[in-house]
DNA sequence: GTTCTAGAAC
DNA sequence: GTTCTAGAAC
């Protein structure tokens, strides 16, 4: 290979470091895949969530531009009351499901957010106890919730680093019966018994 | 948010 | 020796 081949093949095959997007803007790019939208209205996109922490696992989103719960303000009840109608037509959808709908009190992507996930919790990419106290514990926000703080106090406030992290070290519990698990893989194994 | 992996836990 | 967790990633 001559020098400048050498030269066109380094630059054609180095990814540019402007092309290079920051991981938490993940879902801005997901919204705009056709493969990860499940479906779409005026204001709001569900796409299917890129690492399911179950067998059923939709993030709600926004059209409009809003990072985080800690942008919300009582101007925004509208669009939530469409989040909640939103999470109704997912349940029809899926009628054979426990459903839950929430948010995670600190949110590590970019854009307003709403999960729908299934109870079973059952999936390979739910690897770590921060994974599931992020859905089993008060770090997720149930809607109802939200909207009621939303209504009553006009804001979401951000909870403190020592809560945070006294949530995810919460010890396992699991979320649909008392067995409290010593580790990761027997907790994965044992939420099989309530599926199966 | 995930990936990788050192070293803790067993 | 193997399994499992938890912290760095420039």
Redesign the pocket.
């Known amino acids: 290979m001559s020098k400048r081949a050498m030269k066109n093949y380094e630059t054609s095959q180095r990814p540019a470091k402007e092309s290079k997007k920051h ?2 803007l ?1 879902l801005l790019e997901s919204m705009k895949d056709p493969d990860s939208i499940y479906k779409e209205t005026d204001r709001l996109v569900v796409i299917r969530d ?2 399911p ?1 179950a067998r059923i696992h939709y993030l709600v989103l926004p059209k409009e531009e809003i990072s985080s719960i800690f942008k919300l303000n009582k101007t925004h009840l509208d669009l939530i009351d469409e989040l909640g109608s939103m999470y109704k037509s997912i349940k029809n959808d899926h009628t054979e499901s426990d459903l839950v709908a929430g948010f ?1 009190a600190i ?3 970019q854009r307003l957010h709403m999960h729908v996930i299934s109870k079973d919790m059952d999936s390979k ?1 739910l ?5 599931w106290n ?1 859905f089993t514990t008060s770090f997720f926000i149930p809607f109802d919730d939200l909207l009621k703080k939303l209504e009553q106090d006009g804001c979401i406030e951000r909870i403190s680093n020592e809560t945070h992290k006294a949530l995810m ?1 919460t010890p ?1 519990k699991c979320n649909q019966c008392s067995f409290e698990p ?5 907790l994965k194994q044992h939420l099989l018994s309530h599926v199966k």
């Open positions: 991981w938490s993940g890129k690492y922490k995670h949110p590590s992507m990419c690897k770590t106890k921060i994974h992020s070290s396992l010593k580790n990761m893989p027997q």
